[in-house]
């Protein structure tokens, strides 16, 4: 895969399908993101592997900060 950006629109809908329970490969084949893009954003959010943040509701920079802080 050649390192294309991903979307917000697309890390949410990566988000959901994590706290629906979907699996990492799963989520990798049906939106085309290598699964470590889907570990680094998973991991971002919570330390523990679960998202329990409400995504939907953010906007994409507040959503870009929180993907981005330590």
């Known amino acids: 895969m050649a390192n294309k950006p991903v979307t917000m629109n ?7 399908s994590l706290n629906q329970g979907e699996s990492i490969m799963e989520i ?10 889907i570990k680094k954003h998973r991991n971002s959010l919570s330390l523990d ?3 329990t943040a409400p995504i939907t509701g953010l906007s994409d920079e507040q959503l870009s900060d929180q993907l981005q802080s330590p």
């Open 10 to 16: 697309r890390i949410r809908l990566i988000i959901q």
């Open 28 to 37: 990798s084949r049906k939106y085309c993101v290598s699964r470590n893009t």
């Open 49 to 51: 592997g679960s998202v």
